[in-house]
């Protein structure tokens, strides 16, 4: 693909991602075929900082794991009302991660 | 506790990571007081959910975990203790006193020591503890 084409990706979209996977999406990016391009264009993905806000939120009734994608954690953390505050508390600090992960999977779908 | 250079340059995204661990222990111990199990819980989840996360990410997790581990039998010990007197005929001696002014500057200087290193673990340095440093390079070995 246009270098020009995978850098406005990359600038409309990097913040979806973990730091360092964003000069081997680059790479990935550059390599592939034109006919992609449309696909990509249209992935939609979840928002850490969005994500994160929800978890402050309604963390202890697993909305946040619902959104991202991760049902069966999120019927787990809704039944124990967030591990009893424990899951809560450890999801507001992991979430973003988790949530640039599922965002880097939904890529790497595409890409492969 | 002092700074010692790891094997390789943690990047951004490591330093954030490993310095969440601490800061996570804090919050858990905040919303866990008076039961002493909450922090090491929120630890240990917080280390297996880490697991597969980078050498750097993990040694500091491990870290945390082992120093959340040795403050559970201290403040277990102390709370039924506590427990004890409150709902027994146990009285208050001069043993108990000085076991609670003990199990007090322990937790508030470990305390302090997690606020410290996660502030300098975001910055990229590497921090190792007394005793738990050294036990935390015995277990965390990086991935071959």
Partial sequence: MEAQKVDMFLMSNGKFFETH???????????????????????????????????????????????????????????????????????????????????????????? | ???????????????????????MSLIAIIAGLPLPIINLLATLAFFIGNRKGTYFVRWHCTQALLSQLSLLFINSFGFWWTVSI???DEKITNHYLAYIFCVIIFNVADFFATIFTAIKTRKGLHIEWFFFGTLTNLICRPKK
Avoid at chain 1, 26 to 46: A, G, M, N, V
Avoid at chain 2, 1 to 23: C, D, R, T
């Fill in chain 1, 21 to 112: 996977q964003l000069a081997p999406i680059r790479d990935r990016l550059l390599q592939l075929d034109e006919s992609k391009w449309p696909i990509i264009q249209t992935l939609q993905f979840k928002d850490p900082t969005t994500i994160l806000i929800v978890s402050l939120l309604a963390g202890s009734l697993g909305i946040d794991r619902f959104l991202i994608g991760d049902t069966g954690l999120g019927v787990g953390k809704l039944i124990t009302c967030g591990g009893l505050g424990v899951w809560t508390i450890i999801d507001w600090f992991m979430i973003m991660g988790n949530t640039r992960e599922k965002n880097m999977n939904a890529l790497m779908q595409v890409l492969m």
């Fill in chain 2, 1 to 23: 506790m002092q700074a010692k250079p790891f094997v390789y340059i943690p990047g951004e995204h490591e330093a954030e990571k490993a310095s969440n661990s601490y800061l």
């Fill in chain 2, 86 to 88: 409150i709902f027994s």
